[in-house]
Nanobody, 120 residues
Framework: QVQLVESGGGLVQAGGSLRLSCAASGRTFSNYAMGWFRQAPGKEREFVAAISWRFYTTSYADSVKGRFTISRDNAKNTVYLQMNSLKPEDTAVYYC?????????????WGQGTQVTVSS
């Protein structure tokens, strides 16, 4: 198993930036694909971004492509989500996930989430 802890959320004005971090504990972190999801109030959880363990291949939802960047540092057991040009519609609880496929919600490990609020 793996434990995931997100950090870096907060309040930011539209057009601003935030970087989320996900610290993972466990012995097999480097073998997991990692992802970010988000859930806004009253809406279903949606895929945001993913990065593979083998070639660091990245995948993004169309809504964030060109604005968000997912990266990972296996030596630090940490995954990042750099969020630029933030919009009010990006407001959500952001969840880190491990061991799943891009564009799918069926991932095996989840963090507790961190709130991102973008003001207009």
């Amino acid at each position: 198993q793996v434990q995931l802890v997100e950090s870096g959320g907060g309040l930011v004005q539209a057009g601003g930036s935030l970087r989320l971090s996900c610290a993972a504990s466990g012995r097999t972190f480097s073998n997991y694909a990692m992802g970010w999801f988000r859930q806004a109030p009253g809406k279903e959880r949606e895929f945001v971004a993913a990065i593979s363990w083998r070639f660091y291949t990245t995948s993004y939802a169309d809504s964030v492509k060109g604005r968000f960047t997912i990266s990972r540092d296996n030596a630090k057991n940490t995954v990042y989500l750099q969020m630029n040009s933030l919009k009010p519609e990006d407001t959500a609880v952001y969840y880190c996930a491990a061991d799943g496929r891009p564009y799918s919600s069926d991932w095996n490990h989840w963090g507790q989430g961190t709130q991102v609020t973008v003001s207009s």
